[in-house]
């Protein structure tokens, strides 16, 4: 494969003289039992519209090794050790090529329905996506301000321009949702919008870092980033529905 480093955007310039449409970035930590999988689901997807980029923290396995003899469809990739999945994902936009990209977890898999998106990626200030398998079912839905409060949009369903990360990336503070974190800002600033497309994008495997791991300062910090970057009808709705009508009332006539 092509491993590269964080040196320089011009790293893969020699690789793709051209901005590519879409760039597929996939963060692993000793994940041979499930990357070939994935890697074999990129093959049945992949175009010369898109390249896909492994950013390892450093596996002990057999990754590295899996990387390797797939060169044909790994286009870059690099190994250390990094502060976790969200650190990752921030290094990897110094030198992804694609206008638009998306994240992928090694226990993922990409279906058909992601080729389908890629015909309605045009405007750079606009966050597309789509649908998804999640948790073995089939998950289809348009988001509203409301709906945000109850969960998050799935990273392995959304296409971010990167217009988003020329203004953003995700904050390291939140272990587990720097991705809803991100969402929700991006939901609050006017210069993006959002648009729901019916393609079948991915599917998401149960049993993923989320799971089992718990973001204690998001869970401290939702209300307030409810209350921030979300309606004010949204927000008391989600109040009325998570701590009851009598809070929902006091929080009526509390000040900010």
Request: one cysteine or more; hydrophobic letters at 40%.
């Amino acid at each position: 494969a092509k491993e590269t480093s964080f040196t320089g955007e011009s790293v893969l310039d020699e690789i793709y003289p051209n901005e590519l449409l879409i760039s597929v970035v996939c963060v692993t930590l000793n994940a041979a039992g499930t990357l070939p999988d994935l890697i074999n689901s990129i093959r049945e997807q992949k175009t010369i519209l898109m390249e896909f980029v492994v950013v390892d923290g450093g596996s002990k396995d057999d990754t590295i090794e899996i990387l390797k003899a797939n060169e044909d469809i790994v286009d870059a990739w690099i190994s250390r050790a990094d502060c976790g999945i969200y650190d990752a994902m921030n290094s990897s936009l110094n030198f992804i090529r694609g206008k638009w990209v998306i994240f992928l977890g090694a226990d993922d898999l990409l279906l058909n329905g992601f080729n389908e998106m890629l015909a309605l990626l045009k405007d750079s200030n606009t966050i597309y996506y789509g649908n998804l398998m999640y948790y073995g079912r089939k998950f289809a839905k348009k988001y509203d301000d409301y709906y945000l409060t109850k969960l998050n949009i799935c990273q392995q369903a959304i296409f971010y321009p990167r217009s988003v990360f020329a203004k953003y990336n995700f904050n390291l503070k939140y272990r587990v949702y720097a991705d809803y974190h991100l969402n929700l800002r991006c939901w609050a600033d006017p210069q993006f919008n959002f648009f729901h497309a019916e393609h079948l994008i991915s599917s998401f495997s149960d049993g993923g870092f989320s799971s089992y791991e718990k973001d204690f300062v998001f869970e401290q910090e939702r209300d307030m980033l409810f209350k921030t970057y979300l309606k004010k009808s949204s927000y008391y709705r989600y109040v009325n529905r998570t701590r009851g009508f009598w809070v929902l009332l006091l929080s009526l006539f509390q000040p900010g």
